[in-house]
């Protein structure tokens, strides 16, 4: 797989790039080991003398400049770091915080700007084949690196300033409430996953949102796309009928959009949080015989961990 350029003129342009991950570049794939599998580490590619001609300003995890003699003749993907940070090495499927800044290898001018800004981007899982991962490999958090991209025929070469800001947690790590009496009880496993035993006694006819556990990242605001994990439970019969955990991954959904009941549990809450709702038909999949649904009619009980969240950009 190759990788295309990262940045374009606007934050939202910018973003939707950084986000379709791999296309058409030059050469910037890595080379398999015996087993079929590349490791993160061996997957960045070269420094140059491309990427080793600029002059990066600015410390990591704030906005960066670039200098170079332009226009800088770019013939492959190359990456030569800036900061070293030291710590755990990232690995293959983490969900990484990064930023980036993008600059134009004709005239060095500043393209655009993204993650410096808490809210502007969702952690991204970081693999061999991402741009991410070929740019950094498996560097610690802290770390910053220069990379040059040259032309394709969708874009004119870039110089990125990579920033490698932190890893999230795949979990909720929010500090845990007092569990609130009447509402269904949670286990969770060793690895987060949770189970769920709901009480005796009919299903509440108004929604119900219990905070588990408290998180101290920002807050989800109203049209945001948030990267979380949930496990959802039949009230009537105490059984689960899905679960990004049982899916093998967090999920996000462009804008939340999700029934009423599960983005109330959503909205307001801060990032880190574990949330348990219990939401009625009408704030579901709509009262039995409302539609074909195989929930309609059913009350809902959802155990949500809030891991990120982007806001909706700005018109």
Not at 155 to 168: C, K
Not at 180 to 192: R, Y
Not at 300 to 306: A, G, Q, R, S, T
Request: proline content about 8%.
């Amino acid at each position: 797989m190759r990788i295309r350029p990262l940045a374009a003129l606007s934050v939202a342009a910018l973003s939707a790039l950084v986000l379709a991950g791999c296309s058409a570049a030059q050469d910037a794939e890595p080379t398999p080991s015996a087993s079929g599998a590349v490791d993160l580490c061996d997957a960045q590619v070269a420094s140059g003398s491309a990427s080793e001609s600029i002059t990066v300003e600015g410390e990591p995890g704030e906005l960066s400049t670039a200098a170079f003699e332009t226009p800088l003749e770019i013939n492959e993907l190359q990456s030569t770091p800036i900061v070293e940070a030291e710590g755990d090495p990232l690995e293959n499927g983490q969900y990484v915080n990064f930023a980036l800044s993008a600059f134009s290898a004709e005239t060095g001018e500043e393209l655009g700007a993204l993650g410096y800004t808490p809210g502007e981007i969702l952690p991204q899982p970081i693999s061999a084949a991402t741009p991410v991962g070929q740019i950094a490999g498996c560097a610690a958090p802290g770390s910053r690196f220069v990379a040059t991209f040259p032309a394709t025929d969708q874009a004119p070469g870039q110089v990125y300033v990579l920033d490698i800001l932190s890893v999230t947690p795949t979990s909720a790590w929010g500090e845990e409430q007092e569990p609130v009496d009447g509402m269904p009880a949670v286990e969770l496993a060793d690895d987060g996953t949770p189970s769920v035993e709901i009480p005796s006694g009919d299903a509440p006819s108004e929604i119900q949102i219990e905070v588990l556990k408290k998180g101290d990242g920002i807050t989800v605001e109203p049209g945001d796309t948030t990267l979380l994990q949930y496990y959802g439970v039949d009230w009537e019969t105490g059984e689960s009928f899905d679960a990004s955990w049982t899916n093998g991954a967090p999920y996000s959904l462009s804008g939340n959009q999700y029934v009423p009941g599960f983005v109330q549990a959503l909205e307001g809450q801060a990032v880190g949080s574990q949330v348990l709702v219990v939401i009625p038909p009408a704030l579901a999949y709509g009262e039995e015989g409302s539609s074909d649904h195989e929930l309609a009619g059913k009350t809902l009980v959802f155990v949500i961990d809030i891991l990120a969240t982007q806001h909706a950009a700005q018109q």
